[in-house]
């Protein structure tokens, strides 16, 4: 069964640092990764999609980035800010019919 | 752009209540999926739907029923509702190959 893990639950950074945000999962065959942004009491935006046969994705300030031989995904987010804070989820699409398994997190605090 | 919307944000009903969680994409997704959020928990599946009139169970079915009469909309149905259910509800939808998967707001339920 897959497993998805988020480490740290939590982090602080001050505004302006790079900074790192990691995904494991324990089950190499997957179809798609995608990670989201949650603000407190909202629902999940998505962020950065990627695909089995792609290393990674890049959005403005956010590359995401896709190793499954290690069954890790990283997301980077460059020259942080305060809008920065929210909770950062990642979840694994497995092939055939079968929903998104998800991590529960890492909720990021950027200090002005 | 993709819109998942759901009937309330903020609910409150009363325990032994049957209640109605209501979400509409328009986006034309075939696959439709209920979750709950809770503290420490993570996002759980309660349902999901791959078409019109199919359901599959999730993680945590139970107390839960679904409804999906048109491909638009999916209906989460709390046939009598208890405290235990108080949770945050997300309503997401994605394409048939679970391509890049879209949430709605959430509906924060309170059941007393």
């Known amino acids: 069964k897959q497993e998805v893990t988020q480490i740290p639950a939590a982090l602080s950074v001050p505004e302006g640092e790079n900074l790192v945000l990691n995904c494991s999962f324990t089950?190499?065959?997957?179809?798609?990764l995608q990670w989201f942004r949650q603000d407190p009491g909202k629902g999940l935006t998505s962020l950065l999609l990627?695909?089995?046969?792609?290393r990674e994705q890049t959005s403005g300030r956010l590359n995401a980035s896709l190793d499954k031989s290690s069954g890790r995904s990283t997301l980077y987010i460059a020259a942080s800010q305060p809008g920065d804070s929210a909770t950062y989820l990642c979840?694994?699409?497995?092939?055939?019919?079968?929903?998104?398994?998800f991590g529960k997190g890492t909720r990021l605090s950027v200090i002005a | 752009d993709v819109k998942v919307t759901q009937s309330s944000r903020y609910l409150v009903k009363r325990t032994g209540e049957k209640v109605f969680l209501e979400c509409v994409q328009d986006?034309?997704?075939?696959?439709m999926f209920w979750y709950r959020q809770d503290p420490g928990l993570g996002l759980r599946l309660i349902y999901f739907?791959?078409?019109?009139?199919?359901?599959e169970k999730g993680d945590i079915p139970e107390g839960y029923s679904v409804s999906r009469e048109k491909k638009e909309r999916f209906s989460l149905i709390l046939e009598s509702a208890s405290t235990n259910q108080t949770s945050m509800y997300l309503c997401?939808?994605?394409?048939?190959?679970?391509?890049?998967?879209?949430f709605g707001p959430g509906t924060r339920l309170t059941v007393t």
């Open positions: 997401a939808s994605s394409t048939l190959t679970f391509y890049e998967q879209y």
């Open positions: 089950d190499s065959a997957i179809y798609n």
């Open positions: 986006m034309d997704h075939e696959n």
């Open positions: 990627i695909q089995s046969s792609q």
């Open positions: 979840a694994v699409g497995t092939s055939g019919n079968t929903p998104l398994v």
């Open positions: 739907s791959y078409d019109v009139k199919m359901k």
